[in-house]
């Protein structure tokens, strides 16, 4: 009987040891071409599935990627690694709209397309949502501009929603020369902020039932709730051509510095001040556009604007930030956060700027120390003389049950694993 209960434990004990090894994920050797520091690797998870660009991961390792553009019938990429090998091996594409927000909650998957959210019944189990899609919130005006609508949600049943400017600087006649910015700006009632929807209510009109959270965000396509401070983040995209407009007053060189990509803070009434302002890191102060009178110097009303938490390079285009909660990682990044730079296309003569993640370390609800970059390498060239030379561009970021990074690619439908201490 003794014998016979070694033999039982030694089996388990064999078991135990086969089934972690079969759990170890791999990386690939090139890292999938990233350079990352020292400790991290990472491999390809799933590739060539579209124009990819949030994601969101379920507790069970599942993962959903908004599309762009529908591929395959579908705007939503569901992925699954069922034989544990730290890779996708079961790819659906489900639903009819394409966008960029996408978000798992209480139960359901949401979806931000353009012009409305929606969301689908998830069955415990299942990959693939319900067919049905029902309607959160609409009315959101058709733009051919920063049209996306990213989505964040809180403890307490609400969604937040980015709804972007379709302008520059609300000039009288967009992006061009000597038109002057309209004062006050109409863009503002319905766009160029974060708006807040209740998440389980149905039909929810954004003009009749969403509730302006925030104002003067010309467009956050980076927003996400810190559930560990229980406050709202979000990265704006700066505007555009201060040299091609006013060479009186700007060089091409510092048009390309000009303005910082802000991380904001975002509380309840909020104003970070476009139009009518944007932030100068040389100065280290908000200044007046020169739309509405400024010459690059001047502060005006933009001394009451509210301030960002740090300033990025110009122009690099912060498409998702997300705050690390998992234990994968070393100590160091718990509650950072981590920010995906699509990268920038009006840079020149200067390189342009990107194409990278960088990591913000975090005490609280602030900054701690200087932003990093963590991952590089997606563009795949040295330097990158415009967009098109950029063989990948990150795009959303989402965290595995593992503490896993993940991180979409919207050129070629690339999502990155990032893991630590792999074999």
Same mark, same amino acid.
């Given at each position: 009987?003794?014998?016979?209960?070694?033999?039982?434990?030694?089996? #388990?004990?064999?078991?135990?040891?086969?089934?972690?090894?079969?759990?170890?994920?791999?990386?690939?050797?090139?890292?999938?071409?990233?350079?990352? /520091?020292?400790? *991290?690797?990472?491999?390809?998870?799933?590739?060539?599935?579209?124009? #990819?660009?949030?994601?969101?991961?379920?507790?069970?390792?599942? @993962?959903?990627?908004?599309?762009?553009?529908?591929?395959?019938?579908?705007?939503?990429?569901?992925?699954?690694?069922? +034989?544990?090998?730290?890779?996708?091996?079961?790819?659906?594409?489900?639903?009819?709209?394409?966008? $960029?927000? %996408?978000?798992?909650?209480?139960?359901?998957?949401?979806?931000?397309?353009? $012009?409305?959210?929606?969301?689908?019944?998830?069955?415990?189990?299942?990959?693939?949502?319900?067919?049905?899609?029902?309607?959160?919130?609409?009315?959101?005006?058709?733009?051919?501009?920063?049209? $996306?609508?990213?989505?964040?949600?809180?403890? +307490?049943? +609400?969604?937040?929603? $980015?709804?972007?400017? /379709?302008?520059? &600087?609300?000039?009288?006649?967009?992006?061009?020369?000597?038109?002057?910015?309209?004062?006050?700006? =109409?863009?503002?009632?319905?766009?160029?902020?974060?708006?807040?929807?209740?998440?389980?209510?149905?039909?929810?009109?954004?003009?009749?039932?969403?509730?302006?959270?925030?104002?003067?965000?010309?467009?956050?396509?980076?927003?996400?709730? +810190?559930?560990?401070?229980?406050?709202?983040?979000?990265?704006?995209?700066?505007?555009?051509?201060?040299?091609? *407009?006013y060479p009186e007053l700007?060089?091409?060189?510092?048009? !390309?510095?000009? /303005?910082?990509?802000? *991380?904001?803070?975002?509380?309840?009434?909020?104003?970070?001040?476009?139009?009518?302002?944007?932030?100068?890191?040389?100065?280290?102060?908000?200044?007046?556009?020169?739309?509405?009178?400024?010459?690059?110097?001047?502060?005006?009303?933009?001394?009451?604007?509210?301030?960002?938490?740090?300033?990025?390079?110009?122009?690099? &285009?912060?498409?998702?930030?997300?705050?690390?909660?998992?234990?994968?990682?070393?100590?160091?990044?718990?509650?950072?956060?981590? %920010?995906?730079?699509?990268?920038?296309?009006?840079?020149? /003569?200067?390189?342009?700027?990107?194409?990278?993640? @960088?990591?913000?370390?975090?005490?609280?609800?602030?900054? #701690?120390? !200087?932003?990093?970059?963590?991952?590089?390498?997606? &563009?795949?060239?040295?330097?990158?003389?415009?967009?098109?030379?950029a063989q990948h561009r =990150?795009?959303?970021?989402?965290?595995?049950?593992?503490?896993?990074?993940?991180?979409?690619?919207?050129?070629?439908?690339?999502?990155?694993?990032?893991?630590?201490?792999?074999?």
């Amino acid at each position: 009987m003794k014998q016979f209960g070694f033999l039982i434990i030694c089996l #388990a004990f064999f078991t135990a040891c086969q089934t972690n090894t079969e759990k170890i994920i791999l990386a690939d050797q090139d890292n999938a071409g990233l350079k990352l /520091p020292e400790g *991290f690797k990472a491999l390809v998870y799933a590739d060539s599935i579209g124009h #990819a660009r949030h994601l969101d991961i379920n507790s069970n390792g599942d @993962v959903y990627v908004s599309l762009s553009r529908v591929r395959n019938g579908g705007g939503i990429v569901c992925l699954r690694d069922e +034989n544990n090998d730290g890779r996708a091996d079961v790819i659906n594409y489900h639903g009819i709209y394409e966008g $960029t927000g %996408i978000g798992l909650h209480n139960g359901y998957l949401y979806f931000g397309a353009d $012009t409305l959210i929606v969301r689908y019944k998830l069955t415990e189990g299942e990959l693939v949502p319900s067919a049905n899609a029902e309607i959160v919130a609409a009315g959101f005006t058709p733009e051919n501009q920063h049209a $996306t609508k990213p989505i964040a949600f809180d403890k +307490n049943g +609400n969604m937040y929603v $980015t709804v972007g400017a /379709p302008s520059n &600087a609300c000039q009288i006649e967009d992006r061009t020369k000597g038109s002057k910015g309209i004062d006050p700006c =109409p863009l503002l009632d319905l766009h160029g902020g974060i708006w807040r929807f209740k998440a389980d209510v149905l039909n929810q009109d954004q003009a009749k039932d969403g509730y302006r959270f925030a104002t003067g965000i010309r467009n956050a396509v980076a927003i996400s709730w +810190n559930t560990t401070e229980n406050k709202l983040y979000a990265l704006q995209h700066g505007r555009d051509q201060l040299a091609q *407009f006013y060479p009186e007053l700007y060089t091409e060189e510092q048009s !390309s510095q000009l /303005p910082a990509e802000e *991380f904001l803070l975002v509380e309840d009434g909020s104003n970070f001040g476009w139009p009518y302002c944007y932030f100068d890191p040389m100065l280290n102060k908000k200044v007046l556009g020169p739309e509405y009178g400024g010459d690059g110097q001047k502060e005006d009303r933009c001394a009451s604007a509210d301030d960002p938490l740090l300033a990025f390079p110009a122009h690099t &285009a912060p498409n998702d930030v997300l705050f690390y909660t998992g234990d994968m990682f070393p100590e160091k990044y718990k509650n950072g956060a981590f %920010i995906a730079f699509h990268g920038s296309w009006n840079r020149a /003569p200067q390189p342009q700027e990107g194409y990278y993640v @960088v990591f913000v370390p975090f005490k609280g609800a602030i900054p #701690a120390g !200087s932003w990093e970059i963590f991952a590089s390498g997606f &563009a795949g060239v040295e330097s990158v003389k415009s967009p098109r030379d950029a063989q990948h561009r =990150p795009c959303g970021l989402a965290q595995g049950p593992d503490g896993s990074l993940y991180v979409s690619d919207d050129v070629n439908g690339r999502i990155y694993r990032i893991i630590f201490n792999a074999r």
